[in-house]
C-alpha cells in the first residue's frame, strides 16, 4: 500500500514526496487513529491484527496508510493557516485516499466502505446540534479545534469535493491542486488560496458554490416521487429541500436508478440546481420496486426512500447487484432510524432478508455491528433486546453454516452469533477453543467477543474473566477483561466498574474507554439507573485530572444507556452550567442529541403505536 500510494500520489500530483526517510510506527494506546508527522507516520497499533481480519479490515488499515501519506502533500508540503480551515487537511485526504484505493490498489470498492462507515459517521454529525460547516469554523485556539475533528470535517468534506470535481470537471480540478501545491509549498494555505487556483484552472467563478456547500452548515434532502400506470412510469421528480435553520443553493450531481427483483430498469444521471426537477429518463421505463435517489453516492444530502420500496426491500434487496446502491439504501434506512422515519422492526426485517446474501464486505461486517450494537443495543427497550439478539443470532447461524470457510463471510457471521447468541453451551465451547469455525481456532479477540456476550448474560465469574485475561496476557486481553468485567449484571461489579473509572485510579485513556463500553450492559434499567444522576456530576468532574481529548471519549461512552425522560432532564440540566469545558460541552451535546432520537423513536414507534 505504501509504495502504491507513493506511486498514485507522486502521478496525481506531480510533485515528488518532499521529506525524505519514510518511516510508519505502530504506538500502543495511540489515541488517534494515525498522526501525519512529515516523514514519521504515527498508527495505532490494532491495525496489526491479531487474528483473522474480514476484508473491509484489510481495506480500512490500507485507507489509513494512504490517508496519512497524502497529508505529506495536504498538510505538511502545504499547511492550513489557521484550524479554520482544518478541511484543507482532512476533506483531501479524506477524498485523496479513497480516490487512490480506487485507482491504485485492490481496494476497488472504497467508496462503498464509505458510504456505510464514513458517510454515516458524518450524517450523525450533521444531524447533531453541534454540526458546523466544513470550511470557516470559528477556532478560538488548537484545544478548540480538536472538536471538529470529526465526520464533517472528514467525511462531508470529501463528499464536497467530489461535487466540486462534477461541477468544474476532474482535469481542471487536478490542475488546480496542483498549481495549489506548487504555489504555496513549504507554506501556509487558506480557502481563499485554494479557490482561486481552481477558479484559475476552471474558469469558474466559486463563491457562490464555496458558500452553498464549504460555508453553510446541514444538509438538503433528496427524494423522488413516481407517477405510475399500467407498470410504467409516467412522472418522476426529484426534489431538493434545503434545511430551515442553514438555507443554501446547493447544486447536486447524482443519478436514480430502479431495480426489480434484481433487474435494473433504468438510471438517469442529473444535476439539481433548484428545488425540482423532472426525471424524463425515467419516463416511460418499468415501475421500480427499489427505486433510489443518488444510486452511485456521489453527493452528500438525506436520502429519503419511498414506502414502496422500503416496503420492497426485506426481500428484493438482496438481489440489487450494485454494492454502491445497496450501501445508499442501508445510510437512507440508518438516516430514518435516527429520525424517528424509520420503526427499527423495520431496519430487523430488512436486516434478516438482505444480510446473508450481502457479498460486500464493508456492508456485511458494518451492518452486522450496527443492527447489534445501535438497533437492538440503543433503539430497542432492554425488555426486546433478548428475542431481537437471537434473530440476529439465526441471520449469523444461517450464514455461517453456508458461507465459505475462513472467509470474511464466515468470520462477519461467527462474530454475529458470538456477540448475539443465547446458546450458553456453544458460547462456553468457543471461549474454550471447542468447535470454533474455522480460522478461529487461536484467535484470541474472537474469543473475547464470546466471553463479554457470557460476562454480559452473568454466566462468568470475576475468576472466569481473570483466567481468560491470563491466557492473553497482552494490552489487547487486560483491556478486554476490563470491559468484560465492566458487563457482569450485578450491583457489585457495577460498583467496582463505576469506581475504577470515574475514579483517581491512574487508568489510562484506553482503560477508562472499555470500562465505560461495558458498564451500561445490564438485563434491566434498574441496576444502573442509579448511576445516571452520578454520571452528570462526576464524569464532568474528571476534567481536573483527564485531559480533554481523553475526557471528551469518556463522556460519550459513558454517557447513561438509560433512556428515560429524567436522564434527558438531567442532561439538559447540565448543558445549562457555565464550568464545562469544551469537550466536555461538545461530547454532551452530541451524547444528549442521540439520547433525543432514541426517545422519539420510541415515542413514534411503541408497542399500539
Known sequence: MTKQSFDYFHGLFGIRYPFGDYDQVFVPEFNAGAMENPGCVVLRDQYIFRGAATQDELLTRANTVSHEMSHMWFGDLVTMKWWDDLWLNESFAEYMSHRCLVDATQYSEAWVDSSI????????????????????VEALDAISALQNFDGISYAKGAAALRQLIAYVGDDRFIAGVRTYLTDKAYGNGTLADFLAAIEAASGRDLGGWAKAWLLTADRDTLRVDLAEADGRVTAATLTRQAPHDHPADRPHALDVAGWTDGTETARVATTIGSPEVSLD????????????????????????????????????????????????????????????????????????????????????????AYAEQVVVGVFLPREERPAARERLARCGQALLDTAERGSTSSLAAARLVAGTSADEELLHGWAS?????????????????????????GALSDADIESFRAADDTLQGSLNALMCRASRPDPEAKAWAWEQLTGRNGRSNYEMNHLARGFWAAPSDD?????????????????????????????????PQVHTAETARLSAQTLERDDLTPAVRRSLVDADADLREVLASRAAFRAGA
Not at 474455522?438 to 456476550?453: C, K, P
Not at 481536573?544 to 454517557?559: C, I, K, Y
Open 433 to 457: 477453543g471447542h468447535g470454533l469455525p474455522a480460522g478461529l481456532e487461536d484467535d484470541g479477540d474472537f474469543r473475547w467477543i464470546v466471553v463479554r456476550n457470557l460476562a454480559r448474560r
Open 117 to 136: 462507515e464514513r458517510k454515516v459517521w458524518g450524517y450523525g454529525a450533521e444531524r447533531s446540534p453541534s454540526t458546523h460547516p466544513v470550511a470557516g
Open 281 to 368: 429518463g425515467l419516463v416511460g421505463t418499468a415501475a421500480p420496486d427499489v427505486l433510489v435517489p443518488n444510486a452511485s453516492d456521489l453527493t452528500w444530502a438525506r436520502i429519503v426512500l419511498s414506502g414502496k420500496t422500503i416496503h420492497a426491500l426485506p426481500g428484493q434487496l438482496g438481489e440489487v447487484a450494485d454494492a454502491q446502491a445497496r450501501a445508499v439504501v442501508w445510510s437512507s434506512l440508518i438516516d430514518g432510524l435516527h429520525l424517528a422515519d424509520v420503526a427499527p422492526a423495520t431496519l430487523l426485517d430488512v436486516f434478516e432478508g438482505a444480510w446473508t446474501s450481502e457479498t460486500n464486505s464493508s456492508i456485511l461486517t458494518r451492518m452486522a
Open 527 to 559: 441496576l444502573v439507573e442509579p448511576y445516571v444522576a452520578r454520571y452528570f456530576v462526576e464524569v464532568p468532574a474528571m476534567s481536573a485530572w483527564v485531559g480533554e481529548d481523553a475526557l471528551s471519549r469518556v463522556v460519550t461512552l459513558g454517557f
